[in-house]
């Protein structure tokens, strides 16, 4: 099964919102809401953003927001902060199987 | 405060087997499952398999199938991946991380979804 589809890179400057998308099929994203988003610094661990689409875990703040329609589930980052620059990971169950996207490095101009 | 600490770096000979382990502390141990994650030098996530730590059920990526074998011990709270057959392009960093459980009419399931706590990652070197 392959891997999600992601943009490699997406850019914005700060204060401004960058959406990026996580392309699948009816098997996985379009399947259930178990999708996830992931973001990793360089030479850390990843860290869960969003989970079940649109869920926050407590401490990720609330310019992270998630969204799906179809086989496309979507990451958007509003308020853009350098800190935000990180590659981020979709994820998505489908059926006895995890899949990731192959990742989108977000840069902060 | 939760904490899944894994063990050091290691380097192995093509052919080889490799066992790491993953330490959890701050939760109870059995009401969360544990999954593994790699990832290869540049390159991206890849899901390994995953472990329901309430009833030892797994299950594994189609890649992993027959190679990979995820344990527990509930009474360390460790969960462990061992692989074999290793080949070179099983050199990544290998991550375990926490994920939750749900209880049903039929037993207590994984959520298969939202890895929340994640270790520090274990380097695998396999090289001739």
């Known amino acids: 099964q392959s891997a999600l589809t992601q943009p490699p890179s997406a850019s914005g400057s700060p204060g401004q919102t960058v959406t990026i998308s996580c392309t699948g099929t009816?098997?996985?994203?379009?399947?259930?809401?178990?999708v996830s988003w992931y973001q990793q610094h360089p030479d850390k661990a990843p860290k869960l953003m969003i989970y079940?689409?649109?869920k926050r875990p407590s401490g990720v703040p609330d310019r992270f927001s998630g969204s799906k329609s179809g086989n496309t589930a979507s990451l958007t980052v509003s308020g853009l902060q350098a800190e935000d620059e990180a590659d981020y990971y979709c994820?998505?169950?489908?059926?006895?199987?995890?899949?990731f996207g192959g990742g989108t490095k977000l840069t902060v101009l | 405060q939760v904490h899944l600490v894994q063990s050091g770096p290691e380097v192995k000979k093509p052919g080889a087997s490799v066992k790491l382990s993953c330490k959890t502390s701050g939760y109870s141990f059995t009401t969360y499952g544990i999954t593994w994650v790699r990832q290869a030098p540049g390159q991206g996530l890849e899901w390994m398999g995953w472990?329901?730590?309430?009833?030892?059920?797994?299950d594994y990526g189609w890649n992993f199938q027959g190679r990979a074998t995820v344990t527990t011990d509930t009474s360390t709270s460790t969960a462990y991946m061992e692989l074999r057959s290793l080949r070179s392009d099983d050199t990544a960093v290998y991550y375990c991380a926490r994920l939750g459980l749900l209880k049903t009419l039929f037993g207590v399931v994984i959520i298969p979804d939202g890895f929340d706590i994640w270790g520090q990652g274990t380097m695998v070197t396999v090289s001739s």
């Open positions: 994820s998505s169950y489908a059926g006895s199987n995890m899949l």
């Open positions: 079940e689409v649109s």
């Open positions: 472990i329901n730590s309430n009833n030892g059920i797994t």
């Open positions: 009816n098997s996985d994203v379009g399947a259930n809401n178990y």
